[in-house]
Structure formats: structure tokens, C-alpha cells
């Protein structure tokens, strides 16, 4: 039996018949993946002083990046799903794209990408407080101390379960199956979903997803060792070369000229003290500007949730690294989260309370199930992802040539043949999986 794609994208939807074949090439097509470290959550837009959170507006676009076909939508979500105060009762508008182009109908399979933090057209299916969807409809008034503390990661997955019920009933298809899709935060949200609303979706493909990034259940020094592992495994030379300028850096800044002749060399628009979020920079640009004045792209939103409750342990930097040693100091963080958050103190133990203690390996062994766990091991948060199978239906793929979630990127005539092979063998485990719900449904 050829079991095909359906798809939403919160979420990014896609719709496939079960005559379609099932490919993950073909979701790679429709899901873009965002191009930085970083994760996405709910996205919140026009917001309606209203109690009804089951209702959908709809309106066609098309995307002419990658021939990229969907639908825009909104869905009236609700702004908090775990309490009765008034406040909690307001909605706003939640964007999701959708692609029904291989429908099949009542029953057939539905895909849905977890988006990241950023706007949804990065990744197809977007999270509260990213892109558009601000709650309020302003930055200024969504981040606002008495509002922002509702961009959890706790929010967001039910966000998603709300809109995914509502879509299947809306579609007549409430015995389709649902599998999710994502990759860093958006993998992240992906797994934990399945853990969280396994009656929602049978499944997750949580790529380079770094759920062991907390609470000390893996070392704050991965992620620059590994990157210090990938330049040195390439060239010796420039592991060593980059090792020693550090010092050269140093006594430039010392000199009267330095800062000057640092900007020239380095194409700098503005020097920053800190800078804690990675871009991957096309090559296009005159300089690396470090801002943006959009007002539906802010880095505001994952500044706020990597020190309010996702304290990723790393910015430790071994004596073996070739970036100048740093103590990793966990006490540290905090206090500058809370600092960074106008006085509001982080939860740095919510995650593993949330989504498995201390041990969450044998958590998700004894209740979890169905979900790939891809990492790419040249990605530097491979560290804080589950590298080893947990068992039949918890199944770890780990590509020592890989990069940050690279099997969910777009399909192109000159991907290596492990990547190909790679994504084939996470189609043929989601296969196996909605081939076990149709026959445990017949």
C-alpha cells in the first residue's frame, strides 16, 4: 500500500492522498527550515477580545521562493489555554500555511512542521510571539512584562493541539493521522508534542533537536568542541591558525587603531560586546548588521525564552577548543537572564520538570514512542541530542557528515548519497508507522 502526504504548517500543512507517494524529498520541497541555531514557537497576530478559539479564515498565496505552493491561513487560538482569568480569554489571529495540492481526504495522513522563531515562511508553520503573529499586534505591547511570560514552550505545543483538532474537524478527517516535523527548537517542539498529545499525532521527526541541552544532562562544553572538532578535522592549519588569533585580536584592540582596522578587516557595520545568536550569512551583504527593524522580526521573542525557561547549558569553552577558554558558570546564567529580563527570574529546572527529569532517556523509553531523532554530528548542537536508539520505536539517525537538520532542508540534484539515503530511511519508519495506525484502525 503507497502511503502518501498530507501536510499543516502551524504549522506548516501539507495534504497528501494515499496514492501519493510518500517521499520525505517531496516534504523537504514544501517545509524550508530556518537558516540559524534558534527555535519558534506560538506565533500570535491580530488579537480579538473573543472566547471562540475554533474558527479559521483563509487566503491563497503562493511562495515564489523554491516554487513553494500553499495557503495562507488564520486560526483565532486562544492566548492562554491553562487558566479562567479574563485575560486569558483574548485570541488572536495564528498564522499557518497549507498545502493540500495531494489531498486525498477523510483519513488521509497529515503533516505538520513545528515552526521556529522567526516568520512562518522561513518554515512553514509558525509559533506564538514570531513573525506576524504578535499578540496585540505590536512588539512593544506583546513583550511587555505582563505579557510576554505567555511565549512558553508549554503554550505553544497546546496552541498547536488546538489548531490541529479544530483543522481535522473542520476537514471531516478526524480519523486522519497527524505526524509532526521539525528541527532545532521547531524538533524540539516536535518531540515533546509526542510525548505530551500522543492521541494528537502518531509520530515526530525531531531533527537536530538538542532536548539533553539542560540541566546538566550533557556537557556545557559540546557545542564549541565540536565546532573546534569540525575546523580541525578539515585543516589542522586552520584549527591552529584560528587558535592563535585570538591573542593577535587582543593586543589590535590594545593599540589606538585597533577597534578601526578590526571593522575594515572583518566587513563589521557595528561592534556588539555580545552576540549570542548564529546566522548563516548568504554572502550578498555589504556587512553584518546585528539588528533589524522590522517589527515582526525580532530576536526579542527567543531572547526571552532562552532566559526564561530554555537556559541551554553551552557557552563553556574547553582548554582543548580553539576559541579562548571559558568556564561555563551556570550560576552566571541565570543572574544575566534575569538581568536580560528586567528582573524577571528564569525557571532553569521547568524543562526537565516539563518534559522528562533527569533521566529523560528512560522517561522516553518507558513512555515514549515513535520518534526519529536525526542529528548531524558536524552540527554543534549534536551534543545535547539523543544520538543512540532508545528502542524499535524510538529510533536515533546520526550522520557523521551532517549538518544542522540537513535532511529537512531542500532536496537538490547534488545532495550526497548518504543524505538521500537518509531521508529514505525516515520515510520508510513514518510509512511503518501510519502503516500500524490504518491496520490498527481497520
Request: net charge negative; proline share 4%; with cysteine.
Amino acid at each position: 500500500m503507497e502511503i502518501s502526504t498530507p501536510i499543516i504548517t502551524t504549522l506548516s500543512l501539507l495534504l497528501f492522498s494515499l496514492q501519493f507517494p510518500f517521499s520525505l524529498s517531496t516534504l523537504a520541497k514544501y517545509f524550508p527550515t530556518h537558516h540559524y541555531l534558534t527555535t519558534i514557537h506560538r506565533e500570535h497576530g491580530r488579537v480579538e477580545n473573543s472566547t471562540s478559539a475554533s474558527t479559521a479564515s483563509s487566503s491563497s498565496s503562493s511562495s515564489s521562493k523554491n516554487a513553494v505552493r500553499y495557503e495562507k491561513r488564520y486560526f483565532t487560538q486562544r492566548l492562554d489555554h491553562f487558566n479562567f482569568e479574563p485575560q486569558g480569554f483574548t485570541s488572536f489571529q495564528q498564522k499557518f500555511l497549507v498545502n493540500d495540492t495531494h489531498w486525498g481526504g477523510a483519513s488521509a495522513p497529515i503533516f505538520v512542521y513545528a515552526g521556529n522563531e522567526g516568520r512562518i515562511e522561513w518554515f512553514a508553520e509558525n509559533t506564538g510571539y514570531y513573525g506576524e503573529s504578535l499578540p496585540y499586534g505590536s512588539k512593544d505591547v506583546a513583550y511587555n512584562k505582563s505579557l510576554v511570560g505567555y511565549l512558553t514552550t508549554t503554550q505553544a505545543l497546546a496552541d498547536y493541539a488546538a489548531l490541529i483538532l479544530d483543522l481535522k474537524n473542520n476537514l471531516s478527517s478526524q480519523s486522519s493521522p497527524v505526524v509532526l516535523f521539525g528541527g532545532s527548537y521547531g524538533g524540539m517542539l516536535a518531540a515533546w508534542f509526542r510525548l505530551k498529545y500522543p492521541h494528537v499525532a502518531i509520530g515526530a521527526l525531531a531533527s537536530s533537536a538538542p532536548i539533553l541541552q539542560f540541566d546538566g544532562l550533557c556537557s556545557p562544553y559540546s557545542f564549541y568542541d565540536i565546532v573546534t572538532r569540525d575546523f580541525k578535522r578539515e585543516s589542522e592549519n586552520c584549527y591552529e591558525v584560528i587558535k592563535r588569533s585570538w591573542k593577535e585580536m587582543d593586543d589590535a584592540i590594545n593599540k589606538g587603531v585597533g577597534i578601526r582596522e578590526l571593522k575594515r578587516a572583518f566587513n563589521i557595520c557595528k561592534l556588539y560586546g555580545a552576540v549570542n545568536i548564529y546566522y548563516n550569512y548568504s554572502g550578498n551583504v555589504d556587512c553584518f548588521a546585528l539588528h533589524d527593524d522590522d517589527p515582526h522580526d525580532t530576536l526579542y521573542g527567543w531572547d526571552w525564552q532562552s532566559c526564561s525557561e530554555l537556559l541551554l547549558a553551552v557557552g563553556g569553552v574547553s582548554n582543548s577548543s580553539m576559541f579562548p577558554p571559558s568556564r561555563y558558570n551556570f550560576t552566571e546564567q541565570v543572574a544575566d537572564c534575569q538581568e536580560s529580563n528586567e528582573g524577571i527570574p528564569p525557571k532553569p529546572h521547568w524543562i526537565t520538570t516539563e518534559f522528562g527529569g533527569f533521566d529523560i532517556k528512560r522517561t522516553l523509553k518507558r513512555f515514549g514512542s515513535n520518534i526519529i531523532f536525526f542529528n548531524g554530528l558536524r552540527d554543534p548542537w549534536s551534543g545535547g541530542g539523543v544520538l543512540e536508539s532508545l528502542s524499535e520505536s524510538l529510533i536515533a539517525i546520526a550522520a557523521h557528515k551532517g549538518a544542522h537538520h540537513v535532511d529537512l532542508r531542500f532536496s537538490t540534484n547534488e545532495d550526497p548519497k548518504w543524505l538521500t539515503e537518509i531521508r529514505e530511511k525516515e520515510v520508510q519508519i513514518i510509512k511503518k508507522w501510519l502503516t500500524e495506525y490504518y491496520r490498527d484502525s481497520a
